[in-house]
């Protein structure tokens, strides 16, 4: 079963997998985290993409290491 980028109850914990999406529930979810600040950029896209991030918490936090 896939999980529902557009809609799905996303956590630090979801995993990111073939299926992910750069959705605005994805966005929510990461501004929240990350702050008002945040926006995806090619940088962090391609790190996503390489399948360095195994987790959504992952994707933050690289966010946030990014920016310090």
Not at 8 to 30: M, P
Not at 31 to 37: E, F, H, S, W
Request: charged letters at 25%; a positive charge; proline letters at 1%.
């Amino acid at each position: 079963m896939t999980f529902d980028w557009h809609g799905g109850a996303i956590s630090r914990a979801t995993v990111v997998d073939a299926t992910y999406k750069n959705t605005q529930n994805v966005r929510r979810f990461l501004t929240a985290q990350c702050g008002p600040d945040f926006k995806f950029d090619r940088d962090l896209m391609a790190w996503i993409r390489s399948g360095a991030a195994q987790t959504i918490g992952d994707i933050a936090d690289e966010w946030q290491r990014r920016r310090s």
